[in-house]
């Protein structure tokens, strides 16, 4: 593996050299460069990309907060920690708040410049396997919208090829939230059969009523309703894919027609006297354990062995642990875009925090989970504390059950409950802001995207007094 790089931009020679001698010995994993010019610094990392950036705030060529917006767009991942005199503190913050990873005072203290720095690095090393992981997955095509490259998931890309050049009907087995329909819609996206669009049929969300119908249609006049024909899902579907979305919630009456469409390859709509050919590749998605309901004789099992073919299994996110930064990175990206925030980065412990969970709703939890924890962060960088913050009331990444709803259980008005939060959260999100900025109301409110005035009366109104943060 090629070292890891630092850049070191600093107007002060002498700085220069004795950072270069002292990280040379203390680092010795890590290529040590330096250039006492803003501009042909700029330029070097253009040509050579850095994996991390020390910058001084105060150089006479080229300000160190345009200098750090210039760096940004050349590489949006580097990181960069600011060099700062103690007087210019409030330009350290301002550059976090543009994208900076830490800051450092001068003169310095080696230990916490090399534990900064060691904490940058880990950081850019993260980043890094996680860019080439996904570009790797990107490259696959039709599987630029899975994300992860862990043993199973390799495995289960392996799978998905290997059926796209079959018509075997499939059934798809997986815990909630493990993307089976992204799974079959893979499958029919790599087959043949691509040039049409693949049909879902969510089976628990249509009434047993209506399913008949909507599966294989019916003519006009033959119900109350029924006021023009309808060719339905399996005729919709010729020459194409039909997917039976939970499949495990299909009444059994609908099982036995099912069943024989299946055995004969044709469709008779409601009140036709014909049936017609059709040519659908069946696939099927499902949660439930099918081998008991086939026991207590709410499946059939001649059904079951008709859709069960080949069985391919989604991994649970318990499985494929080593993926969560790549999804939870992938997450983020999506959610700062749909709330258009600039891009957020999760620090190093929030990352291990998060991959030490076992997400019992799998990748569907985690993505909601970020959702959350986006609107904790007020700061570029979401730590440890946001995430443990944004964990909500039912369940935590740990997987632990808190207070779960007894039989009986009264609810307070919604009102009410809804109130009571918003005081939770604002006591929370504003004590935690004056504990970070030790009490400073006026960064506070910088931080915050408040006015120091609409701030201190959030703090009037919850009884929260700055100078119980001052140190």
């Not at 002060?12 to 004795?18: A, I, K, S, V």
């Not at 850019?124 to 630029?144: C, D, H, T, W, Y």
């Not at 309703?225 to 399996?234: P, S, T, V």
């Amino acid at each position: 593996m090629p070292k890891q790089r630092l850049m070191i931009i600093d107007d002060e020679e002498d700085m220069l050299q004795g950072l270069e001698r002292i990280l040379t010995q203390e680092l010795d994993e890590v290529q040590i460069e330096t250039d006492k010019s803003a501009l042909s610094g700029l330029e070097r990392i253009k040509n050579t990309p850095a994996d991390v950036l020390l910058l001084d705030i105060r150089m006479p060529e080229m300000d160190g907060l345009d200098a750090l917006s210039a760096v940004k767009e050349i590489d949006p991942w580097i990181t960069v920690v600011m060099i700062t005199a103690y007087g210019s503190i409030e330009k350290a913050v301002e550059a976090i708040k543009r994208g900076a990873y830490d800051f450092t005072t001068k003169p310095f203290e080696i230990p916490d410049l090399i534990r900064i720095l060691n904490k940058a690095l880990e950081r850019s090393r993260l980043i890094r396997e996680n860019m080439n992981l996904r570009k790797k997955v990107s490259e696959q095509g039709p599987f630029a919208d899975f994300v992860g490259q862990s043993s199973p998931m390799r495995k289960l890309y392996d799978g998905i090829q290997a059926l796209s050049r079959t018509d075997y009907t499939v059934l798809i087995r997986g815990e909630s939230g493990t993307g089976k329909e992204l799974v079959a819609r893979a499958i029919h996206n790599l087959s043949w059969r691509n040039s049409r669009h693949m049909v879902t049929v969510n089976c628990p969300a249509i009434p047993e009523h209506l399913l008949e119908s909507e599966l294989f249609g019916h003519k006009k006049g033959s119900f109350t309703g029924a006021e023009k024909d309808h060719m339905g899902m399996f005729v919709e579907a010729d020459r194409s894919t039909l997917l039976l979305d939970e499949v495990g919630d299909l009444p059994v009456s609908i099982q036995t027609k099912l069943l024989r469409v299946l055995q004969e390859r044709e469709v008779r709509p409601l009140g036709a006297n014909r049936s017609s050919k059709v040519d659908v590749r069946i696939l099927s998605c499902t949660n439930q354990d099918l081998e008991a309901k086939i026991r207590e004789g709410s499946f059939r099992e001649d059904l079951y062995y008709r859709l069960n073919v080949v069985t391919l299994r989604t991994p649970s996110l318990s499985e494929i642990s080593e993926d969560i930064p790549l999804l939870a990175d992938h997450f983020l990206r999506e959610v700062c875009t749909e709330l258009d925030l600039s891009l957020k980065r999760f620090s190093v412990s929030a990352m291990q925090y998060m991959m030490s969970g076992s997400w019992p709703g799998n990748a569907r939890e985690l993505q909601n989970f970020v959702r959350r924890v986006v609107l904790f962060s007020p700061d570029q960088e979401i730590g440890l504390s946001e995430v443990r913050s944004a964990e909500n009331s039912l369940y935590s990444p740990a997987g632990k059950k808190a207070n779960p709803a007894k039989e009986g259980e009264t609810f307070e008005l919604y009102q009410q409950a809804k109130e009571e939060l918003v005081e939770s959260f604002t006591n929370d999100y504003v004590s935690r802001l004056l504990r970070h900025t030790g009490g400073n109301v006026t960064r506070a409110s910088e931080m915050a995207g408040l006015s120091r005035t609409a701030l201190q009366k959030i703090m009037r109104r919850h009884g929260i007094r700055s100078d119980g943060f001052r140190e």
